[in-house]
């Protein structure tokens, strides 16, 4: 009875233990990573990235749509890879500008 104690306890805690060294995303899904970095965003930026969507997949994020110019892209991307289960953060934003050529 005492080893069959003993078997179970070392089974918990080698799997606590592992439990450390899994990436942050396995714990999440990706429905709720997007909807943390798409916050993460919305938060930071505002208005320069408003029209910025979010797609996850196993901890990759990508970035969709348009930013107001190449500093607000990178802007973006960078909040985006700060986002506690973001492995990594891939932009296929566009950027436009409101300067004319007149």
Do not use: C
Request: hydrophobic share 45%; no cysteine.
């Amino acid at each position: 009875m005492t080893r069959s104690i003993h078997r179970i306890a070392a089974s918990a805690l080698f799997a606590l233990a592992a439990g450390a060294f899994l990436p942050a995303h396995a714990a999440g899904n990706d429905a709720d990573l997007a909807t943390s970095v798409q916050s993460a965003i919305s938060t930071s930026l505002g208005d320069e990235a408003k029209n910025v969507t979010v797609t996850a997949n196993n901890g990759n994020v990508t970035l969709h749509g348009w930013a107001q110019g190449p500093v607000e892209e990178a802007k973006a991307r960078y909040v985006a890879s700060t986002v506690p289960g973001v492995a990594n953060a891939y932009s296929a934003v566009r950027t436009f500008s409101t300067d004319s050529n007149d």
